[in-house]
C-alpha cells in the first residue's frame, strides 16, 4: 500500500508542478493547491500507515504493539494544514479575482512591471 | 505565563480590532498594546540573564509530548528588537498610512504579523514553527495587497505564491523528519539525532527540504526573487514592517536549525551556507546598484545584508555567531529605518524614483541625518553599529581561517557604500531637475510622529555603536548557548 501512496503523490507532484510552471495565473493556483495535497498525504504517509487501526490503546493496557494502532499525531498535523490551506485558497482566489478586475488579463506575462529591471 | 504573553497581547487587540468601529480607537488600542508588548519583552531581559532558557510547557503537558515555548538570550534579544522596531513602526503608521487602509484594517494585520513574529521566536516545536510562519505570512500577504492598486496585486501575487511553495516544502520536510525521528519538538528531535548519528543520510532529504524553505524565507540567494519584485509595492510603513522582521525570522530559523541539526553535518552543510551567503552578499550588492528607486535599492541590500549574517553562521566558531547576532540587531534597526525615511521621501514628493528627486536635504536636514545615519550604518562606517557589525564579522572569519570569504565581505561592503552614497547624492543633495518638479501637492499634515519614530531608531544605531561592547557581550552569550545545544535540550526536556 505504502508504493501505491508514494507513486501516487510523485504523481501529484508532477502535476502540481506542471501546472505552476504554467503561464496562467489560475493554472498556477490550482497547481499549488495539487501541491499542498500532495504534501499533507506525504506527511500521512511518513506517519506509518496501518490497515484498520484505530489510534486509541485499549483501557488498561500495558503496552500495545505499534503495528496495530495507527499513530494519531500525522492525522492531527494533516488537519492544520488542511484549515490553513482552505484559508490561503480562499484568499489567493479573491486575490486573482481582483487582481482579473483591476488589469483584465490572467496571463503570468503580463506581471513583469514590478521586476528588477 | 511569562512567553505566553507575548502572544496574549497581540491576541487581545486582534479580537478587540474585531469589535471596534471607528479609527481612531483602533490607532490610540495599537499605539497602547505596542506599547504593553515593548515593556513586556524588556522585562524578558533581566529574567533571562537570570534564568538562562526560559521554558514554558503550554497546557502542562511535559516536555516531547505538548507544545513547549523557549527562549533563551538569543530569542530575548530577537523579541525585544522586534517589539521596538513595531512599536515605533506603529507610530510612524499613525502619519504615514492613509485613513483608508487604516480604516480597513491596517494596523489589524500589523498585529498578526508581531503575534506570528513572537510565535516563531519562542516555538520549541517544529510544527508550531510552521503554524507561527502562516499566521505570520497569511497577515502579510493581506497588508501587501491592502488597497487594491495595480502594482500592489502583482507583486502579492509574487509574494504569495512563491512563499506557499516555501511553506509546501518546510512542511513535507517536517513530515518526513517525524516519519523517521518520531517526534516533533526541537530538543528531542536534536538528541534523538546524536543517538542516530551513524545514519544520518537517511535524514538529509528532510533537512534539506526544511533548509530551502527557510531560505526562501529568508531570501538567500538562489530563493529571494519575490523579496525584490514585492517590497517595494506595499506603503512605505509596511515595507519597513517586512524588511525590519520578516526575512530576520527565516534567518532566525535559519540559526536555530543549523546549530541544533546541521551542524553533526558539519562538513556538507558549512559548505552549503557558506556559498549561498557568499552569493547572496554578492548579487544583492551588484544588483542594488543598477537600480533607481529608493525602496528597491535597499529591497537588494536586504538580500546582500543576508548574506553577512548567514556566512558568519557558515564560521560556525563563538565569534562567527556572536557577530551574526549583533549583525542581525545591527541589521534589523538600519534596515528599517531607511525604510521609513523613504516613507517620509514618498510622502513629501509622490514618488521615490532617484532621477527625478533632489534637494530633499535642504527641505529637511533633520531627515538628511536620519539617512545619513541609517545608510552609513548599513556601508559599515564608524562609530555607526553596522561598523562594529562588519569588523565583527570579517575578525572571525579571519580567524576561522575563511580569508577569502571575509575579503569578499569587505569588498561588498566597498558597494553598499557606492549604492548610499547614490541614493544620498540623488535624494538629498543634488538640485531638483526643474523639467521633474512634478505635481504633488504638499503635504500640510504633520508628520511629528514619523519623525519621532526614525528620530527613536537613529537613537538607537547610534547607541549601539557607542555601546557595542555590552551588547556584544549579550550576544557572546547567546552565541555560547546556541554552541552548547545540550543545555538547552537539558532545559526543555528536563535533567536526563
Not at chain 2, 458 to 477: D, F, K, N, R, S
Request: net charge positive; glycine share 8%.
Amino acid at each position: 500500500m505504502e508504493y501505491i501512496i508514494a507513486i501516487f503523490i510523485g504523481l501529484l507532484y508532477a502535476c502540481g508542478v506542471y501546472l505552476v510552471l504554467r503561464r496562467s495565473i489560475v493554472k498556477v493556483i490550482l497547481g499549488v493547491f495539487v501541491l499542498s495535497n500532495a504534501t499533507n498525504l506525504i506527511i500521512f504517509l511518513s506517519g506509518g500507515i496501518t490497515r484498520g487501526g484505530a489510534a486509541f490503546i485499549p483501557e488498561g493496557a500495558e503496552t500495545v504493539d505499534p503495528a496495530t494502532i495507527s499513530d494519531p499525531l500525522p492525522q492531527a498535523l494533516i488537519l492544520t494544514a488542511i484549515v490553513i490551506s482552505l484559508g490561503i485558497s480562499a484568499y489567493i482566489l479573491a486575490l486573482k479575482y481582483r487582481y482579473f478586475d483591476v488589469t483584465g488579463t490572467h496571463d503570468l506575462d503580463q506581471l513583469k512591471n514590478t521586476d528588477q529591471r | 505565563m511569562i512567553l505566553f504573553a507575548l502572544l496574549l497581547i497581540p491576541f487581545t487587540y486582534l479580537m478587540l480590532a474585531l469589535l471596534i468601529k471607528k479609527a481612531g480607537i483602533k490607532k490610540r488600542l495599537a499605539i497602547l498594546f505596542s506599547t504593553l508588548n515593548l515593556l513586556w519583552a524588556m522585562a524578558l531581559v533581566p529574567i533571562v540573564q537570570y534564568r538562562e532558557i526560559i521554558v514554558v510547557q503550554m497546557g502542562g503537558w511535559s516536555a516531547p509530548f505538548g507544545i513547549s515555548l523557549v527562549a533563551d538570550r538569543f530569542s530575548v534579544l530577537m523579541l525585544l528588537v522586534t517589539a521596538f522596531i513595531f512599536f515605533l513602526i506603529t507610530v510612524y503608521a499613525t502619519q504615514s498610512v492613509d485613513k483608508a487602509r487604516r480604516k480597513n484594517g491596517h494596523f489589524f494585520f500589523t498585529f498578526g504579523i508581531l503575534m506570528g513574529v513572537n510565535g516563531s521566536f519562542m516555538a520549541g516545536d517544529l510544527f508550531n514553527l510552521y503554524v507561527w510562519f502562516e499566521v505570520m505570512l497569511m497577515s502579510s500577504f493581506i497588508l501587501v495587497s491592502l488597497g487594491g492598486e495595480r502594482k500592489q496585486l502583482e507583486g502579492s501575487i509574487k509574494y504569495l505564491i512563491l512563499n506557499l511553495i516555501s511553506s509546501l516544502f518546510f512542511v513535507a520536510g517536517i513530515g518526513l523528519l517525524y516519519g523517521k525521528l518520531g517526534s516533533l519538538n526541537l530538543a528531542d528531535l536534536s538528541q534523538k539525532m546524536e543517538l542516530a548519528r551513524a545514519n544520518l543520510a537517511v535524514l538529509n532529504p528532510a533537512l534539506i527540504l526544511i533548509f530551502v524553505g527557510f531560505s526562501i524565507k529568508g531570501a538567500l540567494f538562489p530563493f529571494f526573487f519575490w523579496l525584490p519584485a514585492s517590497y517595494h509595492t506595499p506603503p512605505p510603513a509596511v515595507s519597513a514592517l517586512f524588511a525590519g522582521l520578516l526575512t530576520k525570522v527565516g534567518i532566525y530559523s535559519l540559526i536555530r536549525f543549523y546549530t541544533l541539526f546541521l551542524y553533526y553535518d558539519a562538513g556538507f552543510w558549512q559548505q552549503v551556507v557558506l556559498w549561498m551567503g557568499a552569493l547572496s552578499m554578492v548579487i544583492g550588492v551588484i544588483a542594488a546598484s543598477s537600480q533607481y528607486d529608493f525602496r528597491k535599492i535597499l529591497s537588494f541590500h536586504i538580500i546582500s545584508q543576508v548574506g553577512y549574517v548567514v556566512i558568519a553562521l557558515g564560521f560556525f566558531t563563538e565569534a562567527a555567531l556572536t557577530a551574526a547576532i549583533f549583525f542581525l540587531v545591527h541589521n534589523m534597526l538600519s534596515k528599517t529605518n531607511a525604510f521609513l525615511v523613504a516613507g517620509w521621501v514618498h510622502r513629501e514628493k509622490g514618488t521615490l524614483n532617484l532621477k527625478v528627486l533632489g534637494d530633499m536635504f535642504k527641505k529637511s536636514p533633520v531627515w538628511g541625518i536620519l539617512f545619513f545615519i541609517s545608510a552609513f550604518s548599513l556601508a559599515g562606517l564608524p562609530p555607526l553599529s553596522g561598523f562594529f557589525g562588519k569588523y565583527l564579522v570579517l575578525q572571525s572569519g579571519i580567524e576561522a581561517g575563511y580569508t577569502g570569504v571575509a575579503m569578499l565581505a569587505l569588498f561588498v561592503g566597498l558597494f553598499t557604500l557606492f549604492s548610499m552614497v547614490k541614493i544620498w547624492l540623488e535624494v538629498f543633495w543634488k538640485k531638483q531637475p526643474e523639467d521633474s518638479a512634478m505635481e504633488w501637492p504638499v503635504n500640510q499634515k504633520p508628520a511629528h510622529w514619523m519623525l519621532f519614530s526614525s528620530l527613536a531608531l537613529g537613537t538607537a544605531i547610534v547607541a549601539m555603536g557607542l555601546w557595542a561592547a555590552p551588547i556584544a557581550e549579550y550576544c557572546q552569550a547567546a552565541a555560547q548557548d546556541l554552541l552548547n545545544p545540550s543545555k538547552y535540550i537539558e532545559y526543555v526536556l528536563g535533567p536526563s
